[in-house]
């Protein structure tokens, strides 16, 4: 197949594409109307960010939708920013702006290629099945192109899958490895036969988190579909202005996207809540893809031992068992996870510098990066949660 017949096509807004030929390539596994792979990559919630004021004019995050096609087919895209930050990526390059900057570059605006404010694995190069190689190519392509058009100092592709970062590497790109914490269902009939793998103290440690949690004097639940109302979101969001005030300085999402989710997203979602007097006093977020359950944001107008361990990590492993989900992925950062199941996993994204002095200085540190990042998982994973082949570790 001729690469040369491609056209690449860049895109201001959304309303450029309709949903189901966006979709035809970033979840073509839901075109009999089954769930995604992966709710964050669709047009509805890509959409919801830029019709809600989240992304766009302002907020750092300007859409250059990268889509390529073939004799007038869309065969791939791509979720692409012209950022003139580095807040909401969570894979950070803040001492490459500052080293970059104070050497007498312009690191700022540079693009990015990624789900704005979420720190979930998925596909970044989004392509027509049969067309996967030659598609991600020329999107490849396409953005290392546009950015030394413009004089852009570099392009960043987060969180992307393992196989895009193989083959990204092999189109000459630098690979840079994470890490996340991440809970594996190994076909657990319920939550009693999660803990019965885990050793002795970790199983009593998290059975008394979860009575301390569950006595804070109300209820939880977890929402989704249609048992979810407006004033759920307005109480939810609270709780994120709350958490985004604390951790970012103001919150990244708008009152808008929340909305606008429930419109359009609400069979997307599980939302839990802990009520008590008929009031929420904490609430946990999380998306449903086809295979995994992503958490994505916490937040309370009230202190209670444990409820947020609750809420966030053990209400997702039931939720995720109860539904047949083979993951839970938790969100980034937090080595407190692992004590509560969720293990060391390594995380990928994939980056391209103009400048060839800077870009080796990048690729030495990547190196780097990676061997401790190896060698952290090694050691996490062993002091980890589950039961040893010691007898006396399985009383």
């Known amino acids: 197949m001729d690469q040369s017949q491609i056209e690449i096509r860049v895109l201001s807004s959304l309303d450029q594409i309709p949903a189901a030929e966006w979709d035809s390539c970033a979840c073509p596994e839901a075109a009999d109307g089954t769930r995604p792979l992966d709710p964050f990559t669709t047009h509805r919630f890509l ?12 907020t750092g995050w300007q859409p250059q939708y990268l889509t390529a096609y073939l004799d007038g087919l869309l065969i791939g895209a791509a979720p692409m920013y012209a950022k003139s930050h580095s807040q909401g990526e969570y894979i950070f390059d803040h001492s490459w702006a500052h080293a970059y900057e104070n050497a007498g570059g312009r690191y700022y605006p540079k693009l990015q290629i990624a789900v704005p404010f979420t720190p979930a694995t998925g596909r970044r190069f989004l392509t027509r099945p049969g067309y996967d190689g030659i598609a991600m190519s020329a999107l ?11 004089r852009l100092s570099s392009l960043h ?6 196989d895009e970062a193989l083959a990204g590497q092999q189109m ?3 690979a840079r490895d994470s890490q996340q914490f991440h809970w594996l269902n190994d076909g657990y009939a319920d939550f009693d036969a999660f803990l019965a793998v885990l050793s002795s103290r970790k199983r009593k440690n998290i059975r008394k988190e979860r009575a301390q949690a569950n006595a804070f004097g109300g209820e939880i639940r977890t929402l989704t579909g249609a048992d979810l109302r407006p004033e759920h979101w307005d109480a939810f969001w609270e709780f994120y202005q709350d958490t985004g005030a604390r951790k970012w300085g103001s919150p990244y999402l708008t009152r808008q996207f929340f909305d606008i989710v429930h419109e359009t997203m609400a069979d997307d979602v599980a939302l839990v809540l802990a009520e008590r007097g008929g009031y929420p006093v904490a609430g946990a977020l999380n998306f449903i893809g086809r295979e995994t ?3 994505r944001y916490w937040g309370c107008n009230e202190h209670h031992p444990c409820l947020h361990f609750e809420l966030c990590y053990y209400r997702a ?10 993951r ?17 996993t390594r995380t ?9 002095g800077f870009a080796d200085a990048v690729a030495r540190y990547l190196e780097a990066e990676s061997r401790a990042v190896g060698e952290e998982i090694e050691i996490l994973t062993d002091y980890g949660p589950f039961r040893k082949a010691n007898p006396e570790e399985q009383q």
């Open 47 to 58: 959409r919801a960010l830029e019709d809600s004021g989240s992304v766009g004019r302002g």
């Open 140 to 150: 490849v392509q396409g953005a290392v192109q546009l950015a030394a058009d413009n």
């Open 157 to 162: 592709v987060t969180f992307c899958t393992q």
């Open 172 to 174: 000459g790109l630098l």
């Open 293 to 295: 359950l992503f958490g």
């Open 317 to 326: 492993i039931d939720f995720a068992i109860a539904h047949g989900l083979d």
């Open 328 to 344: 839970v992925e938790a969100g980034a950062q937090g080595e407190h996870k692992l004590a509560r199941g969720y293990l060391p």
């Open 348 to 356: 990928h994204s994939l980056h391209w510098v103009a400048n060839p």
